[in-house]
């Protein structure tokens, strides 16, 4: 009796172990799909592989970029300004009023403004999945990193958080502000040059 009890004991570890694994190259391979999308410039697929979270960020920073004034965008945090800033510069005033986060996001990665020059270096090592919630650690050039992109399951999907990137890009403005200094982000953005510039004050609400 303790034998076959033993042997459905293993047997049961065996399937959740597989069941795990399995978990895990989802996870990988829906990254890879939206990582393959989003550097072919293809928005309208590639957002499928993002979380509900990720479309939220959108949808926040967009009212902002249609509503906060001056006094508000000074308020924000550093990547909350370059973000309105960014929006208000490079998408033009009327897709901005039509859209919604979503199509805001999908814009964004169509038009290069969600930076994948890296992301053809990037990868995915050790994956931690946590009932609805996982997270894998960010390799970089075979380097493993302290950083995790996180995941969540929605619709039956395994979906990227893309705002689980923010605390990585933090020590990067963080540099740019050592540069420019914090108001001189928005000049910098104010002289790029775009074509989709309409000639707006970033400071001031698009309405």
Do not use: C, H
């Given at each position: 009796m303790k034998k076959i009890v033993t042997v459905i004991f293993l047997s049961i570890l065996s399937i959740a172990v597989f069941a795990q694994q399995n978990e895990e190259e989802i996870i990988r391979d829906n990254f890879n799909k939206y990582r393959t999308l989003s550097l072919q410039s293809n928005g309208v697929e590639a957002v499928?592989?993002?979380?509900?979270?990720?479309?939220?960020?959108?949808e926040t920073i967009l009212e902002l970029v249609k509503n906060a004034d001056?006094?508000?965008v000074e308020s924000l945090t550093l990547m909350g300004k370059f973000m309105v800033f960014?929006?208000?510069?490079?998408?033009?005033?009327?897709?901005?009023?039509?859209?919604?986060g979503k199509a805001l996001l999908v814009y964004a990665i169509d038009?290069?403004?969600?930076?994948?020059?890296?992301?053809?270096?990037?990868?995915?090592?050790?994956?931690?999945?946590?009932?609805?919630?996982?997270?894998g650690q960010l390799?970089?050039?075979g380097n493993v990193t302290p950083h995790f992109f996180h995941f969540y399951f929605?619709?039956?999907?395994?979906k990227f958080d893309i705002t689980s990137l923010i605390p990585i890009g933090i020590p990067y403005f963080e540099k740019?502000?050592?540069?420019?200094?914090?108001?001189?982000?928005?000049?910098?953005?104010?002289n790029m040059d775009t074509l989709n510039y309409q000639n707006?004050?970033?400071?001031?609400?698009?309405?």
């Open positions: 499928k592989y993002l979380d509900s979270r990720s479309i939220k960020y959108y001056s006094l508000k960014s929006i208000r510069k490079m998408v033009p005033k009327e897709d901005i009023l039509k859209f919604d038009n290069g403004m969600i930076d994948n020059s890296s992301a053809r270096n990037i990868g995915i090592g050790e994956v931690i999945v946590e009932d609805q919630f996982a997270k390799i970089v050039n929605e619709e039956g999907q395994w740019i502000v050592e540069t420019l200094g914090e108001k001189g982000i928005a000049t910098f953005i104010q707006q004050d970033i400071w001031e609400p698009v309405n």
